[in-house]
């Protein structure tokens, strides 16, 4: 019975039509192994490994085939999808029974009934690197031009895998400064009701505020809160 595939036309433009901002990045990165899966003419499972600040975690994956041996890699800090993610290389490992690469990995890879491997390392930006990882039960599983198709393939996963990160960073970063926003005018409203209660300066007022962070092992932008909410709460006190 052969293996029904997706063509990979079909596949790279299912992932010009991700619209980042209605779908969440780890949507994102499940969508491009499934899709990675689709397209290769061997049967064969995908791993998406994403690596941030020196810590590398399996992002999206298509089978638990995998999960052992990609830990283990994560644990040792080496093995071909780290190796691949570092260098953006494309690492295949035609026959793990002869492969001497990765010694403390191809064993167990072995006893988990992985055969023969790819990775290829997905530059997305210098915070983060990832690696697409291609795993099959039958050694020689991937011919030259089975890794072309998967090499193309991985070249536009980068691109929306870039994309989703991006979005996923900026998002993060309104809400950071939606956050920033509403601490400084919450300490500009105590800093006005010190200055009225107490006649003193905005620099006074502002000092006031941080001794008493200080003292009270809190933020400023809590202590602020703090004395905002009791005099709106004598204010509304009959």
């Not at 990775?119 to 697409?132: F, K, R």
């Not at 006649?199 to 602020?224: F, G, M, N, W, Y």
Request: aromatic share 4%; charged share 20%; proline share 5%.
């Amino acid at each position: 019975m052969s293996h029904p595939t997706t063509d990979p036309a079909d596949a790279f433009a299912e992932l010009g039509r991700i619209k980042l901002g209605e779908v969440g990045l780890d949507d994102v990165l499940q969508h491009v192994a499934e899709l990675a899966k689709r397209v290769l003419p061997t049967p064969a499972e995908v791993w998406v490994t994403l690596v941030r600040g020196g810590t590398a975690h399996t992002a999206a994956s298509t089978h638990d085939l995998a999960r052992h041996i990609n830990e283990r890699q994560y644990t040792q800090g080496r093995g071909p999808c780290l190796d691949a993610a570092a260098s953006g290389d494309i690492l295949p490992g035609p026959d793990l029974a002869t492969e001497d690469r990765w010694p403390d990995w191809t064993e167990p890879g072995l006893k988990t009934g992985v055969a023969s491997s790819v990775s290829i390392g997905l530059p997305i930006q210098e915070a983060v690197i990832g690696a697409l990882n291609v795993y099959t039960r039958t050694p020689h599983a991937f011919d030259d031009d089975t890794i072309t198709v998967l090499e193309t393939f991985a070249a536009y996963a980068a691109v929306a895998l870039a994309n989703a990160h991006l979005y996923d960073s900026t998002a993060t970063l309104v809400k950071q400064m939606q956050e920033a926003m509403a601490s400084r005018v919450t300490i500009e409203q105590a800093k006005g009701i010190l200055m009225a209660d107490r006649h003193c300066t905005p620099t006074e007022a502002i000092a006031i505020l941080t001794k008493v962070s200080q003292d009270s092992d809190r933020t400023v932008r809590d202590v602020a809160q703090a004395l905002v909410d009791r005099v709106a709460g004598e204010q509304s006190t009959p």
